[in-house]
Each structure stands twice: as C-alpha cells, then as structure tokens.
C-alpha cells in the first residue's frame, strides 16, 4: 500500500520562512508533488519532483530525496494569503496519486 | 479554457438514499479521479477513468461506483448512503503526457447524510 506522513499543523510569522516535511512508502513511485488548498476552495497544484534535488517556482521550493523517501515544501517570505492546507501527493504503480492528511499552515503578524 | 465543473455543489440527502455526482474535465483531458475529503483524513483516493476504463480503485465499498463516457464527462454513484458518507467529494483530471504530475481540480460537491 501507499502511506504519507506530514505534520497536522504550521505555524509561522509573516515574512519568515517555513519548511513542511513529507514522508511517504509506496509500492512505485514517479514523483511527489505539493498541493495548496484554502478553507472553502479546491487543491491547486504547486509544484511536481519526479527526480532528486530542489525545484523552484518563485517563493515556492520543493525538494525530493527519493534514497530516503522524503521529500519538503520550502515557503519564503510567507504572506498572510499563504494560509492555508498543504499536501503532498505520491504517483505511483499505474499512475494512482496518493495524498497526505494535509499540513494547515497559519501565518501569523 | 474552462476549468472542472461539478455539479451538484451542495447536496442534502437522508440516510439509505443514493446520490450521483457529476464531473465535467478540462476540455481534452482523458483522465478523471474522484477522491474523497472529510476533515482530518486528506483526500481519500477513490477511483480514477482514463478513455471509459477505470484504471485505479481505492479501499472504498462497493457501493461507491464510477463511470467515464466518451466525451470524457464522469459520474459517480453512491448507493444506500450512511452518516459517514458525508464529505468534500472531489473531481479532478489530469491530460497531456501526466509527466507533470499535474491534478486540476473541481470545486467539489459537498454531500450531507442525515
């Protein structure tokens, strides 16, 4: 089966930076991708790892560490809009996608 | 180009009935999977169609049930509904070559069992 694990709950200050961990096992695996979700609204994409090392698309960076099954979602200067539930989602064996329970992230003042 | 579009929003049934959500995908893609939310669990894999085939199943019951048809549009069927089945049920599709990785998805249908 598939199983991912990230922190229930983030909190950070306004500006800072924050770091939200995944750890998954899957049988397969193509990539790991992150997925925002605010209160009310649907899952958006972020960001896709199918390979080692770090991606970044503006503010936003993910990593994948595929030797340790890891992988994180780096937020730089954090703003009040960042708010929100964050998930990491496994491709594995016959294109299934799997997701986390979801990380909500609070960005305070 | 327009989005995913699920209809019904919101939808209020009582226990032992059955419910049929809808899911129309980005214009040309072929892969649509319904998930599952409620809160504290994630998005619960349910199934996944791709060209009128499903391709994937998750660890629900049998009374949980999917199509595609030819234009891509999908449904899905839950019979003799329980309190349980109250959730966030979302759409979503994926075209291209997938190597992105990417999952667009809908607003999501919002059923209540009472």
């Known amino acids: 089966g598939q199983s991912l694990e990230q922190p229930s709950e983030v909190t950070a200050v306004e500006g800072a930076i924050v770091q939200i961990n995944c750890t998954y096992q899957?049988?397969?695996?193509?990539?790991l991708s992150w997925y925002q979700q605010h209160d009310g609204g649907a899952p958006t994409f972020l960001s896709y790892?199918?390979?080692?090392g770090l991606e970044e698309t503006g503010r936003f960076s993910s990593f994948l560490s595929r030797s340790d099954s890891y992988g994180y979602l780096l937020l730089q200067e954090l703003q009040m809009k960042d708010s929100a539930s964050y998930f990491c989602?496994?491709?594995?064996?016959?294109?299934?996608?799997?997701f986390g329970t979801g990380t909500k992230l609070q960005v305070i003042p | 180009k327009a989005g995913v579009t699920q209809t019904p929003r919101y939808l209020i049934k009582t226990r032992g009935q059955q419910v049929t959500l809808s899911c129309s995908p980005i214009?040309?893609?072929?892969?649509v999977s319904w998930y599952q939310q409620t809160p504290g669990q994630g998005l619960q894999f349910l199934f996944e169609?791709?060209?009128?085939?499903?391709?994937n199943k998750g660890n629900f019951p049998g009374r949980f049930s999917g199509r595609q048809f030819s234009n891509s549009r999908s449904e899905m069927n839950v019979s003799t509904l329980e309190l349980g089945d109250s959730a966030l049920y979302l759409c979503?599709?994926?075209?291209?070559?997938?190597?992105?990785?990417?999952?667009?998805f809908g607003e999501g249908s919002r059923l209540t069992v009472l």
């Open positions: 899957t049988s397969g695996f193509y990539g």
């Open positions: 790892n199918a390979l080692d």
């Open positions: 989602a496994v491709r594995g064996g016959y294109q299934k996608v799997t």
């Open positions: 169609y791709f060209s009128e085939t499903q391709r």
């Open positions: 979503a599709s994926r075209g291209g070559r997938g190597d992105d990785g990417e999952l667009f």
């Open positions: 214009s040309g893609h072929r892969s």
